[in-house]
């Protein structure tokens, strides 16, 4: 698996292994935490009347419609707001200009989005993972003195479950000497944005995508709110790599989604109570269930292994995410889906859970 042509950075990454995306029909995809209603309609009106513009020139480098619509929509400054080509590329740009080349180690939970170990092998940054409590909440406290930074998912990825914001007050008045990215993926499901901080802590950077609650996967729009020195860097990074990260469709749907508000909080509050329901018949059904306030859940049957109920699963046409790491190898993390796609993975569940 090497090729005398390749550098020896590259030979030493292990990149991120995304979830599949199979090209079978019919298929009850609850895999990679997508919205199953799709964007508002305005969005893809937008996209088509923007394709009809001249394609020809660039977009505007610093994206400043989308970002004067972020920073009104969440009530900041625009120089506090960084957009991406998805939060991926936002995150990686954050690594680099906050925590490469740190003395101290930057610390993020032992159990969380598994990109964050890869930044650190592409930036050659050094990190230490703090263990997630016994019950799989993100204890804050034991965030110790001395770090190189901090990251960590609000809610928490796989597990779902969500840090209250007095808990990242308490680490932030704590920790001033290093940045702490908040990674709010899932926010819009039931946790607290630490964006009501931004302006009282200056090392503070709060990341957000459209993918997940705006159904925007595709489209690959991220961006981060922070203090306007933090912004600036990432501005830096980014004009050092891509000066153009977000088309003009990317663009224009992005503003359009933020403008329709009465159709994002009815799809986000259809998946609350989905995601509900999931967890009442998963838990009837010999499932532990963590608490979740994202678009998924994590739950593990007291009988079955996880690997063998993922492939199970798969037999019957329903794809869900396992994770063979140790700790959380007897779970699922299973994405909230429509009414109907969860009948179909409970039947299925029902089919082989009595085989
Ligand atoms: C999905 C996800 C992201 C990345 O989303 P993009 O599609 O790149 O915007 C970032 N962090 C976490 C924890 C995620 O689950």
Known sequence: MSNPYWSDLVKSLDPYVPGEQPKMDNLVKLNTNENPFGPSPAVVDA??????????????????A????????????????????????????????????RDSDILFPDISYSFYPVYCQLYGIRYRQIPLAQNFSLALEDYPG???????????????????????????????????????????FGADSAIALVDGYPNLLVVQTLSKSRSLAGLRVGYAIGGRGLVEALVRVKNSFNSYPLDQL???GAVASFADEAYFQQTRATIIANRESLNEALTARDFDVLPSAANFVFAAHRQQGGAVLAEALRQHGVIVRHFNKPRIDGFLRITVG?????????????AILAG
Not at 70 to 94: C, K, P, R, T
Not at 343 to 350: G, H, K, Q, S, T
């Open 47 to 64: 996209i088509r009347a923007r394709a009809g513009d001249n394609l020809r020139l660039y977009p505007p480098p610093e994206s400043d």
């Open 338 to 350: 429509t009414e109907e796609q969860q009948a179909r993975l409970i039947a299925a569940l029902d």
């Open 146 to 188: 001395a770090n190189g930074g901090i990251i960590f998912p609000n809610p928490n990825a796989p597990t779902g479950m969500a840090v209250a914001l007095a808990e990242i007050e308490a680490l932030l008045q704590r920790n001033r000497d290093s940045v702490v990215i908040v990674d709010e993926a899932y926010v819009d």
């Open 250 to 252: 990317a663009i224009a």
């Open 66 to 101: 989308l970002r004067e619509t972020i920073a009104a929509y969440h009530g900041v400054d625009v120089a506090q707001v960084f957009v991406g080509n998805g939060s991926d590329e936002v995150l990686a740009h954050a690594f680099n200009a906050f925590f490469s080349g």
